[in-house]
């Protein structure tokens, strides 16, 4: 095999790397840490399947996080890692409570009711955050043959809207959850982003506030490609080796899933990246609130910034730097920042939201 600075290859730049964009911190490329643990991983022969020596080693860096129980089920994709979480903590008559603004309800085009089989139960909460009144409103009818059961409680951290939950605020809820015989599931996506701004090692929200079971996210965060799905609670699952499997979520050429999360986890490449990402936001919602006639909506706790502004000036914003709106029809925006956005990227965006703001 030829020296790696010896390779060549007949694929081609096919972008722009100047264009820089508050669209969604998954448009922001690698980070050059996980792009060099990608390369140490490369060469020579593993097991396929998770059965190679970086997966096992992996189980130890999630341990040193969320305690010794911890068992770490690499996957592919954040929707792949909520549908087959869900589905080892429900029957085929299960039921999951969330919110109506969750990633499982609105994002993810019906997989976990289509692939997983399961019934969602949404409620309305206004920043994105569920609370044992919340949850009590459909935790009900367990005897009910003809209701869904609800088995699963799922919280976003941070959530959908940015905002966070504390501590205190996740165990009320899995206190809750766990008294009336249903789990705890906490979408993980930005999990880093929640840590980084409660100040909190992540075992404080998720381990040690009773949850059973996370999706966590990586690519969000700078990874190329996986997530996993965090069994804090093994007894809370059942047949995670089939889920994952079933849902075609099993990686064959796990290693490099597994070397992308060492590189983040093992020192502190997630804190430092969801750190500066947050910072960035702060940084884009402080300039944004001094421009007359913008509005921001929600506290910004981490790394999303929800703005309300006039549609034509989001319009002609849009043609200049990317973001998407979040309920067009009453003119919300939401701005997100990532590990590679820079103040350069802030100011100039502010820049442009004054100009055509002053249109």
């Not at 799922?154 to 809820?173: F, K, M």
Request: aromatic share 8%; with cysteine; glycine share 8%.
């Amino acid at each position: 095999m030829a020296h790696p600075e010896a390779v060549t290859t007949d694929a081609r730049r096919h972008h722009d790397p100047a264009v820089r964009g508050f669209a969604s911190d998954n448009y922001a490329g690698v980070h050059p840490e996980i792009l060099a643990a990608l390369a140490l991983a490369n060469g020579g022969h593993q097991p396929a399947y998770g059965a190679d020596d970086y997966t096992a080693h992996l189980q130890e860096v999630f341990r040193a996080h969320f305690g010794p129980r911890a068992e770490a089920f690499p996957v592919f994709n954040g929707t792949g890692a909520n549908v087959v979480a869900l589905t080892a903590l429900t029957d085929r008559w299960g039921a999951v409570i969330t919110t109506t603004t969750a990633h499982i309800h609105v994002d993810e085009c019906g997989a976990p009711e289509r692939v997983g089989g399961l019934k969602l139960l949404p409620v309305p909460a206004p920043d994105g955050k569920l609370t044992p009144e919340l949850v009590a409103r459909e935790a009900f009818g367990w005897d009910d043959e003809h209701r869904a059961m609800p088995q699963v409680v799922s919280l976003t951290q941070s959530t959908e809207l940015g905002t966070l939950y504390t501590p205190e605020e996740i165990r009320a809820v899995s206190d809750f959850a766990h008294e009336r015989g249903m789990a705890v599931h906490l979408d993980g996506a930005r999990i880093a982003n929640a840590a980084a701004a409660l100040g909190l090692p992540m075992s404080a929200f998720t381990t040690d506030a009773g949850v059973d079971v996370v999706s966590f996210g990586g690519t969000k965060n700078g990874m190329m490609f996986g997530e996993a799905v965090l069994v804090l609670r093994p007894e809370a699952v059942r047949a995670m080796h089939h889920v994952r499997k079933l849902s075609m979520q099993l990686t064959s050429k796990m290693r490099f899933v597994s070397a992308q999360f060492e590189a983040l986890l093992a020192g502190d490449l997630w804190l430092r990246s969801a750190r500066h990402a947050n910072a960035m936001a702060a940084r884009l919602a402080a300039g944004a609130r001094e421009v007359p006639g913008v509005t921001v909506l929600h506290p910004v706790d981490a790394n999303g910034v929800f703005a309300r502004l006039p549609h034509d000036v989001s319009e002609r914003l849009r043609k200049r730097h990317r973001f998407y709106f979040w309920d067009e029809a009453a003119g919300d925006v939401r701005w997100m920042c990532s590990f590679d956005t820079t103040e350069e990227d802030v100011d100039a965006f502010l820049d442009a939201l004054r100009e055509e703001m002053a249109r």
